[in-house]
């Protein structure tokens, strides 16, 4: 089709067309905004993660050193 060629469209499906193209828009848009909520959930949810790992890291060096404590011998 040749671009100069001139198209002729019904003023009520022009106008539904427009409809439709701004319902897309908007939806396009409600899903970068939940992707962008989501994303910042993962992150908050990563920071978590991360320090409960530091917390179970210490836990686990405290636990050693009591462990070792424990085990060696009395100078008596």
Same mark, same amino acid.
């Given at each position: 089709m040749d671009r100069q060629t001139p198209v002729f469209v019904k003023v009520d499906e022009y106008? *539904?067309? !427009?409809?439709? !193209? *701004?319902?897309?828009?908007n939806k396009i848009s409600d899903a970068k905004g939940i992707i962008s909520e989501i994303n910042d959930l993962k992150n908050q949810e990563d920071s978590e993660i991360a320090l409960w #790992? @530091?917390?179970? #890291?210490?836990?686990?060096?405290k636990i050693e050193f009591i462990d070792q404590t424990l085990l060696e011998?009395? @100078?008596v």
């Open positions: 106008k *539904d067309v !427009l409809n439709i !193209l *701004d319902l897309i828009k #790992s @530091n917390e179970i #890291s210490e836990m686990e060096r011998p009395e @100078n």
